[in-house]
């Protein structure tokens, strides 16, 4: 049976989480946090940090609710992932791709590494409807006007959005781990008060309950209340998009279906 890290990054759901989903119909599954201050996308801003605390909480939590741990480390992401795969054995590391440049790069990296010592690495699209790469125009190059783009897009097909894992067979691991209040995230003067009311706690089940109200309130009114500030009518989804704690692709397929558009063969579920 393959021992498979997941390597989490910007994926903090157990819905639609397609390294997860695979990882849990595998083999023995070590879900694994890296905080890397040089190349993390959480690493500039406190209100990044803020959130990033509260989503590592609830993904935790979810995790320990189908039985298994959350592994938290800090510090250089190839060094910290290599020395967890000698020290748990890996057979597979797996993770959701993200795209900023630092990280994207360096994973790129330590991917090629670990080929080299017969892992087996495998990514995942998991953040955007299609990958950077998928969709190019008649010279192989990307699009550089949005018309064309959309009709070309529109010819593609979105993958299915995935069951919520529910179970998991955990890595049995002695390996240590941090504990998230010692990444410090939160900030040290308490000027974050104010995002508990707007925000309440940032959890992936709250990034569904939103999603859930725009789509069945608000998307009617979204092309006029957008542009009022006094008016509750927009999504409140961009944070819980950008952590990656609600799959675009779960929402995508709905409004289109709501919308009536005739995306054939766009959906692919």
């Not at 993958?159 to 955990?170: D, G």
């Not at 779960?250 to 692919?268: A, C, E, T, W």
Request: proline share 6%.
């Amino acid at each position: 049976m393959k021992r498979i890290i997941v390597l989490v990054q910007q994926d903090f759901r157990l819905h639609d989480n397609p390294a997860l989903w695979r990882a849990s119909k595998e083999g023995q599954v070590l879900p694994v946090f890296i905080y890397d201050k040089e190349v993390s996308p959480f690493r500039v801003g406190e209100a990044k940090q803020w959130w990033l605390h509260h989503a590592l909480m609830d993904f935790q939590n979810s995790l320990r609710e189908i039985g298994c741990p959350l592994i938290i480390k800090e510090g250089s992401i190839t060094d910290e992932l290599t020395t967890i795969v000698k020290n748990v054995r890996a057979t597979a590391v797996y993770w959701n791709r993200v795209y900023s440049p630092k990280l994207y790069q360096t994973l790129q990296h330590v991917g090629k590494a670990l080929q080299q010592q017969n892992i087996h690495v495998e990514s995942f699209e998991s953040f955007l409807l299609q990958s950077p790469w998928a969709i190019k125009n008649g010279k192989g190059e990307p699009y550089k006007v949005f018309t064309p783009y959309y009709k070309s897009f529109l010819k593609t097909h979105v993958p299915k959005v995935l069951p919520t894992v529910r179970t998991i067979k955990a890595m049995e691991t002695d390996e240590p781990s941090k504990r998230i209040d010692d990444l410090q995230l939160l900030p040290s003067i308490s000027w974050d008060q104010g995002f508990y009311k707007k925000w309440e706690t940032p959890t992936e089940q709250a990034g569904i309950a939103h999603f859930k109200k725009f789509f069945d309130s608000k998307i009617n009114q979204y092309d006029q209340d957008r542009d009022y500030p006094f008016q509750d009518g927009t999504s409140l989804l961009s944070p819980y998009l950008a952590s990656g704690q609600i799959s675009v692709r779960s929402m995508f397929i709905p409004f289109v279906r709501k919308r009536k558009i005739n995306l054939n063969p766009l959906l692919d579920n």
